[in-house]
């Protein structure tokens, strides 16, 4: 079981460089989330999706860009990198409002640098 | 701004021990109350959750207990073993219902 695959797990990125974090999951979940951690802060929610062709604006979306093509996959786009996005980012689905218990399922992370 | 604050940052416990951590919110329309665990260099993962209309909630080792007049929960570790250590993450579901209004605490690192 794959469950939800992001890559890449490190990247360090030049201030002003743009680049994906991808994330894919093989549950067949209408729900995925992109959330950065950074030490001591919990978990911050950028961006999430409801289904494909539907995005919406978390807690911390500034600086980031998100689409949802398919139920499958869900990019975090990240322009002009910033030293204030080093983070870990972290991807995570759910099952839809009929059946679900309320449980994300997380990505291992993808660790950012922006130097 | 809806907010779930958890304390202590960090704790220590003995092989043994009982290792308590504390969540308070504010916002009385939360409606699902999820403990994640986090391995170090992995994602966190659903540990234990409870709905407001249940005090308590037993899973082995691990209680919610959940006192809705203070707005207040907490996860209780029994028997802290050194498996245990982790990072632990209280969380609260949004009024609008639906996973994608999950709010986290800061986070414990339990040792």
């Known amino acids: 079981n794959a469950g939800v695959t992001q890559t890449p797990k490190f990247r360090i990125l030049k201030i002003g460089q743009s680049m994906t974090l991808q994330c894919a999951q093989d549950?067949?979940?209408?729900?995925m989330y992109w959330y950065r951690q950074d030490p001591g802060m919990g978990l911050k929610l950028i961006y999430y999706?409801?289904?494909?062709?539907?995005?919406d604006k978390g807690e911390v979306p500034n600086g980031y860009n998100v689409s949802r093509s398919t139920t499958e996959d869900f990019p975090l786009r990240l322009e002009l990198a910033a030293p204030s996005q080093t983070s870990v980012y972290f991807c995570?689905?759910?099952?839809?409002?009929?059946?679900?218990?309320?449980?994300?399922?997380f990505g291992e992370g993808s660790r950012l640098t922006v130097l | 701004q809806q907010q779930v604050k958890q304390s202590p940052q960090s704790l220590i416990v003995q092989k043994g021990g009982i290792s308590i951590i504390n969540c308070a919110y504010e916002n009385t329309a939360f409606d699902y109350f999820p403990w994640y665990q986090q391995f170090p260099g992995k994602g966190p993962a659903l540990l234990i959750a409870?709905?407001?209309?249940?005090s308590e909630k037993k899973e082995g080792r691990f209680t919610i207990s959940f006192n809705k007049s203070a707005k207040q929960f907490s996860l209780h570790i029994m028997d802290s073993q050194p498996g245990d250590s982790a990072t632990y993450f209280c969380a609260a579901r949004g009024p609008q219902g639906g996973s994608e209004k999950l709010v986290f605490g800061k986070g414990t690192k339990l040792t």
């Open positions: 549950m067949n979940h209408n729900y």
């Open positions: 999706s409801v289904g494909a062709g539907i995005t």
């Open positions: 409870i709905r407001p209309d249940v």
């Open positions: 995570a689905s759910s099952p839809s409002e009929g059946g679900h218990t309320g449980e994300l399922f």
